[in-house]
């Protein structure tokens, strides 16, 4: 039997790994295969366009080391972000990311050039903007139907738990868990929760020294389905204080010249991601069968070909103050007291 290869996927935020190997009988034709996750914080926005490729007397390892069999030729296809509401497209153009700091990994397939589709705004957020829904649109010179697929940016959030318009915003991290409780419109579905906790640092000899840590305290939070009070859904997670604390003992070093240290506030980070990616991992769940092994999904949003278009935004919701229990329960455990020195 034949084997259809597909160019590896760009890793990214709310993605999961899948097989690039599919078995078919069927003859050649050309297969698009598309990665695209649009989003109003990047200040230029890239697709990644390839193709599927076949042949019978070649060896496909072989094959799949020349970037002629991954890419389609210049002036092959032209690629289109188009907005749905007006109708205004725009036009990416074709660039090595490799000469842009995106380079392809190592592996089975050429990692020079690495081609890909990008369009660049005057201003970050002059073309992608949140709710709107988008069309890409890959028209290709030899007339064939245009490939297409549809996405819309995630809108609205708000963070319920902890409360961003207490005064002042405090969270409390100790007991048995933490709430992290929002709303979010129906463009967001799956998220990541991030943690930025801040802290200054007093040495012996008096210097203080800011730092932080970038903490993920959560991944691949599907939301609610269920439409509440607002319009809106609900989206929620927990984490455990201990889990906290393992986050601190991870990143913060224990030098013997800081006397002390004491939190500078906490920052959240919430990514949202729109519904195709919750479904493309769905569908591998649901694939992954009885033994998991060799399994590859074959989800698409595409009207042809393979792959996933869809859209994600952040939010940020900043300088929140903890709890004065935080330190109390942090230092209770005398390790903890001793290696981290935080006294408030």
């Known amino acids: ?20 190997e599919f078995d078919v009988a069927a003859p050649y034709k050309d297969i698009p295969v598309v990665y695209g996750i649009i989003s109003p914080d990047d200040t230029a926005h890239y697709i990644r366009v390839e193709r599927a490729f076949i042949n019978a007397d070649s060896s496909a390892f072989d094959i799949a080391l020349i970037p002629d069999s991954l890419y389609y030729a210049e002036g092959a296809i032209s690629v289109f972000l188009e907005r749905v509401s007006t109708g205004q497209r725009y036009q990416l153009n074709r660039v090595n990311g490799a000469n842009e700091g995106y380079f392809r990994e190592q592996g089975t397939f050429a990692q020079y050039p690495n081609w890909l589709y990008k369009v660049k705004p005057v201003h970050q957020g002059d073309i992608v903007k949140p709710g709107e829904k988008y069309k890409l649109v890959i028209e290709r010179a030899d007339g064939r139907p245009p490939v297409t697929a549809e996405t819309t940016v995630p809108n609205t959030l708000m963070l319920v738990s902890p409360n961003p318009e207490a005064i002042p915003p405090q969270v409390a991290i100790y007991g048995n868990s933490v709430l992290l409780d929002w709303r979010t419109s129906a463009s967001g579905v799956l998220f990541d929760v991030y943690m930025k906790i801040r ?3 007093i040495q012996n000899n008096g210097n203080v020294t800011l730092d932080s840590i970038r903490w993920k305290v959560a991944r691949n939070v599907v939301r609610e389905n269920t439409l509440i009070s607002g319009g809106v859904y609900r989206g929620k997670t927990t984490f455990s204080p201990q889990a906290f604390y393992a986050a601190l003992l991870g990143h913060i070093q224990a030098p013997d010249d800081v006397s002390s240290r004491y939190f500078n506030g906490i920052d959240f980070e919430i990514q949202g991601a729109g519904p195709e990616i919750a479904e493309y991992q769905e569908s591998e769940a649901i694939n992954a069968g009885l033994t998991g092994a060799e399994i590859s999904t074959r989800y698409t949003n595409l009207s042809e070909g393979y792959g996933i278009f869809t859209a994600r935004r952040t939010w940020h919701f900043n300088d929140f103050g903890l709890r004065p229990g935080t330190v109390d329960s942090l230092n209770a455990d005398p390790t903890r007291k001793a290696v981290l020195k935080f006294k408030g």
């Open 199 to 201: 802290y200054r640092e």
């Open 1 to 20: 039997m034949r084997k259809l290869w597909f160019p590896g996927l760009m890793a990214a935020l709310l993605w999961s790994a899948c097989s690039n």
